[in-house]
């Protein structure tokens, strides 16, 4: 992997937990995600024709890119289903557990393989991203996160999240080398905008645009910063698999972490410190077998 791929995937994941930090900070609104992606969708619609970016594109391949909007849409929706019906701390490693089905659909789909290192780096990259979020490291907890009954129905929601991003990944990555970078973020961003403010119209949408009227200074930083998160992922995209970019990028649970500690006061035990170096470990092992 060259170091320019891992830098574009490590600003990606600073900007996604940066936008990611700005909806904490409101209460975790999903008015504010269907928000400033209707943002970075009029900001991605000039600079593709500024850009000259639609010229000449594929647009036969266009159902593709609707095809990765689609599948992250539904993550977004069943990953806020799911933390409506359990907590958090417990739904949420749930819903980071993509790294894990991408390889296996890519395999099958896209023909892409990794090595034995590769595989070991994803996995431990995941059991980090799962651990930061645990109340405590220890077999009982691990067993309440993974119960899929009745007690615990967010949990099939969250894991039903990670298999709807999975997907989109696999979309995405398919024809990210047959459009022009511009040209693909504004279709994609556009679509997923379309797509989540079509959920929101269709069950709140009164309040949908009182808070889009009410918050527009903070939804044009947000919209910024996710349109910009979106490039720096699908400029490494272009170069290296999708199997290996998408366990890289949960570094941004490192960020989001970050900022919780410095911004909203959040506790930072031992138990985090572990689960972070366990992160930085796996994304290392990824990298040493790229190298």
Partial sequence: MKTADLLFIVISAFLHAFYNFLMRKHSGNHFFLSGIFVVGALISLPIALISHGYKDIPWHSVAYIYGAAFFYTLYQVFANKSYQRGSISTNYPLTVLSPLFVPIWAF????????????????????????????????????????????????????????????????????????????????????????????????????????????????????????????????????????????????SIIFAILFGVFFLKEHFGIGKIAATLIIIAGIILINMDLR
């Fill in 108 to 251: 099958f789909m896209l023909s892409e393989k990794i090595s034995l290192l590769t595989g070991l780096g994803v996995f431990v990259t995941v059991i980090g991203a799962i651990a930061v979020q645990m109340k405590s490291v220890s077999a009982s907890e691990f067993k309440e996160i993974f119960a899929l009954n009745k007690e615990h129905n967010g949990a099939q929601f969250a894991l039903a999240a990670s298999l709807a991003y999975s997907f989109g990944a696999i979309f995405d990555k398919a024809r990210i080398n047959v459009f022009p970078l511009t040209a693909y973020l504004s279709i994609i961003i556009a679509f997923m905008a379309i797509n989540m403010t079509i959920h929101m119209l269709a069950s709140q949408r009164e309040k949908f645009f009182h808070y889009m009227s009410g918050n527009w200074k903070v939804l044009i930083i947000g919209g910024c910063a996710l349109y910009l998160s979106f490039m720096f992922f699908r400029l490494a995209l272009q170069n290296i698999d999708v199997s290996v970019a998408v366990p890289i990028r949960q570094v």
